[in-house]
């Protein structure tokens, strides 16, 4: 099994700053992909920004340029930096995490969800 544990979420003002971390721990051999999605009230889960292991990165259209999402191999943590925040922003963010448990395995064999943290941003 794969835990993921985010931290980093909270309440900021329009145009301000937060940086979202999660880290995964368990039986991990290797991770392919590390992302970010949200999900508002009323609304479906969507895609903020993944990052492969070999780094390549995807963002939203609604969040390029505002946001960077980075990672740190050694520590299987995936950071979420998000600027010029827009109330539009406010949601629940959720970590995701795609990899393989043993070497044995020629393709990804877990996708392990966070537990999701909220980011409100309101004056």
């Known amino acids: 099994q794969v835990q993921l544990v985010e931290s980093g979420g909270g309440l900021v003002q329009p145009g301000g700053s937060l940086r979202l971390s999660c880290a995964a721990s368990?039986?991990?051999?290797?991770?392919?992909?590390m992302g970010w999605y949200r999900q508002a009230p009323g609304k479906g889960r969507e895609l903020v920004a993944t990052?492969?292991?070999?780094?390549?990165?995807n963002y939203a259209d609604s969040v390029k340029g505002r946001f960077t999402i980075s990672r740190d191999g050694a520590k299987n943590t995936v950071y979420l930096q998000m600027n010029s925040l827009k109330p539009e922003d406010t949601a629940v963010y959720f970590c995701?995490?795609?990899?393989?448990?043993?070497?044995?395995?020629?393709?990804?064999?877990?996708?392990?969800w966070g537990q999701g943290t909220q980011v409100t941003v309101s004056s």
């Open positions: 990052i492969t292991g070999g780094g390549s990165t």
């Open positions: 368990g039986s991990i051999f290797s991770i392919s992909a």
């Open positions: 995701n995490v795609e990899g393989k448990s043993s070497r044995y395995y020629s393709k990804p064999d877990f996708s392990s």
